[in-house]
């Protein structure tokens, strides 16, 4: 038998131009920035898609969050991230 395991965390919905839902579990996030420095919409300079949030992670760090009207939900943040704190489910 298995059983579901909850995390806490917020979601943060209709990002990609509304394809998709943002997912960030604080019990996982442990404030690495990773995700961050890899985002592809942070890289180019112009924008900021994946911003520090007010929320705290694991060691009370810093987690993430992303900016709906930027984000275009590629997935690479939850490709990078070590701790799979970060899940898109796309609609």
Do not use: H
């Not at 590629?74 to 799979?84: E, I, Q």
């Amino acid at each position: 038998m298995m059983t579901e395991l909850k995390y806490n965390g917020y979601k943060v919905e209709g990002v990609g131009k509304g394809k998709a839902d943002y997912y960030v579990y604080t019990d996982l996030c442990k404030g690495c920035g990773l995700c961050i420095a890899r985002c592809p919409m942070n890289k180019n300079g112009e924008q900021t898609c994946l911003k520090w949030s007010k929320e705290v992670g694991l060691f009370q760090t810093p987690a993430v969050e992303p900016d709906p009207n930027v984000c275009i939900a590629c997935g690479t943040c939850a490709l990078v991230c070590p701790d799979s704190a970060i899940r898109i489910e796309k609609k």
